[in-house]
């Protein structure tokens, strides 16, 4: 267990002791992977290794050896060590909780103050976060009910547009119908006229050709009559 780390001791990212150090993000790894076989420690947030100012130095010195790696690495394990294991470390290691806690009352009521004011944002947050979620909750509910409204209004939209294009198809099979009706009629009225005209025309046809025939029988009459009265004189 880490016992040597200061109160408020600054942590790094990986990234940011490649920085610091001057070497690639992968060789800090390397470098980790190296000392934790030889026995190092590290602090640790889950597989991810925070690194303290004592583990940057670690690292440094990785870095500037002439030795074998893992030579330096077990003498950098050796020094950790030496430093848990100091006049303070065992101590602090074994003993109780309340052993940690601060002596003087104003550290004290300012570690309290600290956890107070930690549970508060925890609180905070945790209200924040319901009520996050409940508004999240509305807006898609508020989508569901907008999404029904337009897939309806788009429905009834192409409903209606199905129900004006069937009656403008029935208006015109409607007008179609009665037009071709109404030339049917004419047609059967052209047709009854030109018969009419043709039995006319055969009727004047008939008297004509009666009057010719009883004109040339009155004709062949009044010369034979003519000649009758021509003889007898």
């Not at 030889?38 to 870095?63: C, M, P, T």
């Not at 003498?75 to 109780?96: C, F, H, M, S, Y």
């Not at 009656?167 to 071709?180: A, D, G, K, V, W």
Request: charged letters at 30%; a negative charge; aromatic letters at 6%.
């Amino acid at each position: 267990m880490r016992i040597d780390i200061q109160p408020n001791e600054q942590a790094f990212s990986t990234k940011e002791v490649a920085e610091e150090v001057g070497i690639a993000t992968p060789t800090v790894r390397k470098y980790g992977q190296i000392l934790e076989r030889n026995g190092y420690e590290f602090l640790k947030d889950g597989d991810r290794r925070i690194f303290v100012q004592s583990d940057i130095q670690a690292l440094i010195a990785l870095r500037d050896t002439d030795k074998p790696l893992d030579d330096t690495a077990k003498d950098l394990v050796q020094q950790q060590k030496e430093r848990l294991e100091g006049p303070n470390g065992t101590e602090i290691a074994l003993g109780d909780t309340a052993d940690h806690l601060p002596q003087d009352p104003n550290q004290l009521k300012e570690l309290f103050l600290f956890v107070a004011n930690e549970l508060a944002a925890a609180r905070e947050m945790n209200v924040q976060l319901k009520n996050d979620m409940a508004q999240l909750k509305t807006n898609v509910s508020q989508l569901q009910q907008d999404h029904h409204v337009i897939s309806s209004s788009i429905g009834n939209s192409a409903q209606r547009t199905n129900s004006k294009i069937e009656r403008f198809i029935e208006q015109q099979n409607t007008h179609y119908e009665s037009l071709l009706q109404q030339e049917r009629e004419r047609s059967e009225l052209l047709q009854k006229e030109i018969q009419k005209m043709r039995e006319e025309q055969k009727s004047e046809w008939n008297s004509q050709n009666d009057f010719n025939k009883r004109l040339e029988e009155e004709i062949q009459k009044r010369k034979w009559g003519w000649l009758t009265a021509i003889f007898r004189k």
